[in-house]
């Protein structure tokens, strides 16, 4: 890990500064511990819990692709015509070939015994598209992106800078190359994107099969790419994982915070998500809006179009500079299909002095979707962990009763009997 990072992170909970453990991959408060996997600080608010979702989510992703490929081959041996015989191997092979590599790099979840999850938009495998645009080779897309967040920092001088979202993580490693002045911090909740991203920047051979639908042609459908290897290391960045509006970082700490493609997405609306970015943001510090000129909302008061997206930023904001442009998002040359997307370029700077009387705007109903499910399905499982301690009880006994409830091995009931000892006696102390 970059050593400028502990002067912006902290504890997501407690505020507390994080330590960095010498005999240990962690980084440790006096009463909370986080993980740090492939060099890349795992901090979630509930390190633990968000380990055991999204390993779930990666151990049902894998079953259900490997159940999907052998389906799909079984039926496959009833195929006369060849040349759907040969589109569809491709496929195959093209999905067995990723496959494979992705549960290497994500084997740290594989003694993870998965919990029921509600089907969600953000699952393991969200966006993997963004791999390929970003480092198959130079992508229109991104160096557009690139030249204008450049022109911004340049001029302003900025020098701690966080990506929200950054997804697969060209945009950051161009922004972080052309600016060695600067310091970046790479912020993303996906395990996948953030791993493959750091091997990426870690100089590894990968090739990965494009795999597309709608192919140009029949020798399109499963292309394997051989992905971009950066030419130089990177001093001035780093890759850490974690969860909005629960930013693991300290306040005022940040010089522009860049949202590109995340802001229009993610489940809190824009008013709140700006008080949230206002709070990290350093006294003349700016922010980037890059993405859909329109958001795809569910609710029709969150649909915002420009005029509303501005005007929401000039309640926050004392400027303001936008631009918008036309692009061809997720450009693919094996693709039969076009997207063509107007966007919106926002640059807003300074934050406005009476700032604590901003509130974001409350709820006043809870929302029956996949996240309140997750929710809901979690707090089972937590009841029937509950429902087993009816007298004073030691982690070893915890441990014996969830190996019966659930039928779990020895090293299962303890390694879960740990996680949960901690979380209840840290909700009643």
């Not at 191997?89 to 998965?114: A, M, R, T, V």
């Not at 979202?165 to 002045?181: C, D, I, M, T, V």
């Not at 039928?407 to 740990?418: D, I, N, P, Q, R």
Request: glycine share 4%.
């Amino acid at each position: 890990m970059k050593d400028f990072i502990f002067d912006l992170i902290q504890c997501p909970t407690s505020d507390e500064s994080l330590q960095k453990a010498e005999d240990t991959d962690e980084l440790y408060t006096k009463n909370t511990s986080y993980p740090v996997f492939h060099d890349v600080p795992w901090l979630f608010p509930n390190p633990e819990e968000s380990f055991i979702e999204w390993g779930s989510k990666v151990r049902n992703f894998i079953q259900v692709e490997s159940s999907l490929i052998n389906e799909v081959g079984n039926t496959l041996k009833f195929e006369k015509r060849p040349s759907t015989l040969a589109r569809v191997q491709s496929i195959i092979d093209g999905k067995s070939h990723n496959l494979k590599y992705l549960e290497s790099l994500l084997n740290i979840f594989d003694e993870i015994i998965p919990i029921p999850l509600a089907e969600s938009t953000q699952n393991i495998y969200s966006y993997f598209e963004l791999v390929f645009r970003d480092w198959h080779k130079e992508s229109a897309e991104i160096e557009c992106y690139t030249k204008l967040i450049n022109e911004v920092i340049s001029n302003n001088n900025f020098k701690n800078i966080l990506i929200l979202g950054s997804g697969a993580g060209r945009l950051s490693y161009n922004l972080a190359l052309n600016n060695p002045k600067s310091q970046f911090i790479s912020f993303d909740h996906n395990p996948l994107l953030s791993f493959l991203f750091k091997r990426i920047l870690d100089g590894e051979s990968i090739n990965l099969s494009q795999v597309e639908m709608y192919a140009k042609n029949q020798d399109s459908y499963a292309t394997v790419i051989e992905l971009f290897k950066p030419s130089k290391e990177l001093d001035n960045h780093q890759i850490v994982m974690g969860s909005f509006p629960d930013l693991p970082f300290k306040e005022n700490s940040f010089d522009l915070i860049i949202a590109p493609w995340f802001l229009d997405i993610i489940e809190s609306n824009l008013e709140s998500s700006l008080v949230i970015i206002q709070k990290f943001l350093s006294k003349n510090g700016g922010t980037v809006y890059l993405g859909p000129n329109n958001f795809h909302k569910s609710e029709i008061f969150e649909q915002y179009g420009v005029d509303e997206i501005k005007s929401i930023y000039n309640d926050f904001f004392s400027t303001l500079n936008s631009e918008s442009l036309e692009i061809n998002y997720l450009k693919n040359d094996n693709s039969s299909q076009t997207r063509i997307e107007k966007i919106l370029f926002l640059f807003a700077k300074s934050k406005i002095t009476n700032i604590k009387t901003l509130k974001a705007p409350s709820s006043d109903k809870i929302k029956f979707d996949s996240k309140l499910i997750s929710y809901k399905e979690k707090i089972k499982v937590f009841h029937r962990v509950l429902s087993q301690i009816d007298s004073d009880m030691t982690l070893e006994l915890l441990a014996s009763k969830l190996e019966t409830e659930f039928s779990f091995s020895k090293e299962e009931s303890l390694h879960y009997a740990g996680i949960l000892y901690k979380q209840i006696l840290k909700e009643i102390t």
